[in-house]
């Protein structure tokens, strides 16, 4: 097994509509990657962040092949379970983050079979985040795919709107 090797960090400090990881500075040395996703801030009140995963060619995957399932985690209600199936991408959180003091968003991400066109690809993900409507913490742990064989570069995140406005994004090669 290899080290842990840092190939890509996005640290935000001013307003961005997507984050990506990888992409042009992508390590195709790597079986499993990880990525970490730090205090992600934004600049409009109750906004989902989502995810994508980049094709060969750095371009967000927008076809409706994303599948996922996740238990979600509460601070103020009962744990429960979601997924879908066909979707043009996934949620990263499982809430809506805001403006107000403390709401972010942070995560980690696996990645596999990004580098098999014979596969496809597929992550898992544990992520909370303060919610702007609630004020409770909220996360979930779960996995998706992607449900095409292809090559795959990396992971865009993005806001239904708005800008992000802090936070980092790093990627890591774990096992060669």
Do not use: P
Request: glycine share 12%; with cysteine; charged share 15%.
């Amino acid at each position: 097994m290899g080290a842990k090797l840092l190939i890509d960090t996005v640290t935000v400090s001013s307003g961005v509509s997507t984050i990506q990881v990888g992409g042009a500075n992508w390590d195709n040395s790597y079986n499993v990657y990880q990525v970490i996703v730090n205090g992600l801030k934004v600049d409009t009140d109750n906004v989902n962040v989502y995810l994508r995963i980049l094709d060969n060619s750095n371009a967000a995957v927008t076809a409706s092949e994303y599948d996922w399932a996740r238990k979600i985690l509460k601070s103020d209600a009962s744990f429960s379970s979601g997924g879908a199936s066909n979707q043009d991408r996934d949620y990263f959180i499982n809430n809506d983050i805001g403006t107000g003091t403390g709401e972010v968003a942070n995560g980690i991400l696996y990645l596999f079979n990004f580098n098999d066109a014979n596969e496809r690809s597929f992550y898992t993900t544990e992520e909370h985040e303060l919610s702007a409507t609630t004020d409770n913490l909220q996360g979930f742990a779960g996995g998706g795919c992607l449900t095409q064989t292809a090559l795959h570069k990396g992971i865009q995140f993005s806001l239904e709107s708005g800008n992000f406005t802090g936070g980092s994004v790093s990627l890591y090669g774990l096992r060669k």
